[in-house]
């Protein structure tokens, strides 16, 4: 099984600053990495998936990097919406696996 | 719309059976392979099984491999899960979701959930 290590697991940031959050994976997953965010009481929302490629309708703030083992989400200039916790899954390989999570809170 | 709407959980006793649908609008859904999730309280995503568009191709989790069968019915437009010998680490928000594209396994669409209880 691929283990997904995201961090840190709360990362405080004040609004309008950039948040970089990290996914690490135990083996190679190439480029095939999701990221989704997730608020109290609904269902995740799709971000990011092919490690890069933004998601319909998601705006340009959130970006996606990396391949292999290390990838990165950015978001710039955080807003009241964008706090959240934010998922990462691997779909290279079965199972598929989600990392932990990082809870994107306000400082 | 795009829509997938979840329905039958509830509280169910350890050993107990539960059957999960979702009921899948606004897209070919016999054209999409489709995806269980669930969510522990206070917990992460767990993936917990794919079933591929005509149902010949399955995927477990495997924590629930031989407890748990994903299936579905083209005709109705519908998802299943069927949750045998429940246990409480069962205990979860159930979602269902879709595969956009083949063999990219990540979700585009997601229902709201239904929450399954299993305590004694």
């Known amino acids: 099984e691929v283990v997904m290590t995201q961090s840190p697991a709360t990362l405080s940031v004040s609004p309008g600053e950039r948040a970089t959050l990290s996914c690490r994976a135990s083996?190679?997953?190439?480029?095939?990495l999701a990221w989704y965010q997730q608020k109290p009481g609904q269902a995740p929302r799709l971000l990011i998936y092919g490690a890069s490629t933004r998601a319909t309708g998601i705006p340009a703030k959130f970006s996606g990097s990396g391949s292999g083992t290390e990838f990165t989400l950015t978001i710039s200039s955080l807003q009241s919406e964008d706090f959240a916790v934010y998922y990462c899954?691997?779909?290279?390989?079965?199972?598929?696996?989600f990392g932990g999570g990082t809870k994107v809170e306000i400082k | 719309e795009v829509q997938l709407v979840e329905s039958g959980g509830g509280l169910v006793q350890p050993g107990g059976s539960l059957r999960l649908s979702c009921a899948a609008s606004g897209f070919p859904f016999s054209k999409y392979w489709m995806s269980w999730v669930r969510q522990a309280p206070g917990k992460g995503l767990e993936w917990v099984a794919n079933?591929?568009?005509?149902?010949?191709?399955?995927y477990y989790v495997d924590s629930v491999e031989g407890r748990f069968t994903i299936s579905r019915d083209n005709a109705k437009n519908s998802l299943y899960l069927q949750m045998n010998s429940l246990r409480a680490e069962d205990t979860a928000v159930y979602f269902c979701?879709?595969?956009?594209?083949?063999?990219?396994?990540?979700?585009?669409?997601w229902g709201k959930g239904t929450t399954v209880t299993v305590s004694s």
């Open positions: 079933i591929k568009q005509d149902g010949s191709e399955k």
């Open positions: 899954q691997q779909y290279n390989n079965w199972p598929l696996t």
């Open positions: 083996q190679s997953v190439i480029s095939n």
């Open positions: 979701a879709r595969v956009p594209f083949i063999y990219q396994y990540y979700m585009d669409v």
